[in-house]
């Protein structure tokens, strides 16, 4: 009884309690992506003034994919905006959450990830939900750019990063953040349309390209005809 009297207050809030989890999970993802990152050749400085401007997990691993890849430039930053399009109607969900001044909005904008826009539209009561978006934001962007930082750190020592597994880290983190969506059958079919493109265009497209098309799987996210849904019930 002691001992549960004696823990912080922090550890007994359900929002922080789990906030301070995604947030050490988003460490570690991110510490890798620094050690893929510099040990593939991109300079240190460059993936975490990356990790702090443009704040968006998934897009930075594509970006250093295709990149260390070959591909153009312009193909990861087109990568990287069709990828991010579902901010638009995350933005739309969530507006009300944010202040009306523009620097709020313009804050909040940038905190805007899958993580905070979840734990915001969990939470009833629109304080909460405010609470709830700034609190998972901020302590994200906290842990974000830092880890980053500091795997690039290590990745500067580790020489060839095939001796030591990292050229399977870069897909095996991207698998892990798509695999936990697949319960959801709209996001199901759209990596399984995009998965097949890619497969499909790897013969006749550029290194790099095929990842670009298969993102016309996104399109497969979109809800079902009325019709075909009542065929299918």
Do not use: H
């Given at each position: 009884m002691k001992t549960l009297q004696r823990t912080p207050g922090a550890l007994r809030d359900p929002l922080l309690r789990d906030v301070l989890s995604v947030a050490v999970a988003m460490a570690v993802v991110g510490a890798s992506l620094g050690a893929i990152a510099v040990s593939s050749g991109v300079p240190l400085w460059l993936i975490t003034l990356t990790a702090a401007v443009v704040f968006a997990g998934g897009s930075e691993f594509m970006a250093v994919g295709l990149l260390t890849a070959g591909a153009a430039p312009l193909t990861a930053v087109v990568g990287g905006l069709l990828l991010n399009a579902r901010h638009l109607p995350f933005g739309l969900a969530i507006g009300g959450v944010l202040d009306r001044g523009w620097p709020s909005r313009l804050v909040g904008s940038h905190l805007l990830v899958?993580?905070?826009?979840?734990?915001?539209?969990?939470?009833?009561?629109?304080?909460?939900?405010?609470?709830?978006?700034?609190?998972?934001?901020?302590?994200?962007?906290?842990?974000?750019?830092?880890?980053?930082?500091?795997?690039?750190?290590?990745?500067?020592?580790?020489?060839?990063?095939?001796?030591?597994?990292?050229?399977?880290?870069?897909?095996?983190?991207?698998?892990?953040?798509?695999?936990?969506?697949?319960?959801?059958?709209?996001?199901?079919?759209?990596?399984?349309?995009?998965?097949?493109?890619?497969?499909?265009?790897?013969?006749?497209?550029?290194?790099?390209?095929?990842?670009?098309?298969?993102?016309?799987?996104?399109?497969a996210a979109a809800p079902l005809p009325a019709a075909l849904r009542r065929r299918r019930a």
């Open positions: 899958d993580e905070s826009v979840a734990f915001a539209l969990a939470q009833d009561d629109p304080a909460q939900r405010r609470r709830a978006f700034w609190t998972t934001g901020i302590a994200l962007y906290c842990a974000w750019a830092p880890s980053v930082f500091l795997g690039g750190l290590l990745g500067t020592g580790i020489g060839d990063p095939e001796a030591f597994g990292l050229d399977a880290a870069l897909p095996a983190a991207l698998l892990a953040l798509v695999v936990p969506k697949l319960s959801d059958r709209p996001t199901l079919r759209a990596v399984l349309v995009g998965v097949a493109v890619a497969l499909l265009s790897t013969p006749v497209l550029p290194e790099g390209l095929p990842v670009v098309a298969g993102l016309v799987g996104v399109a």
